[in-house]
Structures are given as C-alpha cells and as structure tokens.
C-alpha cells in the first residue's frame, strides 16, 4: 500500500511563497510519476506541475515562471516551489503518483492566498 503525505500549506498574502511537500511510502515503483493538482471550491481539480521518472517536468500555462517541481528520490518526496503567489492560486493542493499500474493521491493540503 502506497501513502502520500502532503505538508507545507497554510495562509499567504499575493506575492508570498509557500513550499509543499508529499512524503511517500509503501512499494512505489520507480517508473511512477509524481504531480501536484488543486482543486478550489466550485471547480474542477486541475493538474499544476508533474515530473516524470526521467525528471521531465511539465506546468500548467497559470502556473509558468512561478512554480518549481523538484524531487529527492532518496527521500520518496517530491516538492512545490510556489512563489509570487496569487488570489487564483487559493486551493486544496494535492500530491500524485501514477504509473501504468497505479494511481494513488494524498490527502490534500490547503493553500490560501489572500490579496
């Protein structure tokens, strides 16, 4: 059983930063990829930043130029790097891995951008 522990959400005023952090553990297989979704009240969740097994990364448009995805695999964590932060970044943050046999998602954590 895989566990996805997400951590490093909180309140920020628009211009702050916030890091976010997704511990794993349990069998992930180190083909899996990793991403980092949100979703905020009323909408659909979204995909914001992913990174494969060959460190290719790849950003929502809304997100460019202010987010970084970066991962320690001998931490099984995989991080956000969220700067410049806006209202429209307010969501509950969650972490993924998946691969072509697995899917699992944390918990969530909630990030708050106020203006």
């Known amino acids: 059983q895989v566990q996805l522990a997400e951590s490093g959400g909180g309140l920020v005023q628009a211009g702050g930063s916030l890091r976010l952090s997704c511990a794993a553990s349990?069998?992930?297989?180190?083909?899996?990829?990793m991403g980092w979704y949100r979703q905020a009240p009323g909408k659909q969740r979204e995909l914001v930043a992913s990174?494969?097994?060959?460190?290719?990364?790849n950003y929502a448009e809304s997100v460019k130029g202010r987010f970084t995805i970066s991962r320690d695999i001998a931490k099984m964590t995989v991080y956000l790097q969220m700067n410049n932060l806006k209202p429209e970044d307010t969501a509950v943050y969650y972490c993924?891995?998946?691969?072509?046999?697995?899917?699992?998602w944390g918990q969530g954590t909630q990030v708050t951008v106020s203006s």
């Open positions: 349990g069998r992930i297989f180190s083909g899996n990829n």
């Open positions: 990174i494969t097994s060959r460190d290719t990364t």
């Open positions: 993924r891995t998946f691969g072509p046999a697995s899917n699992y």
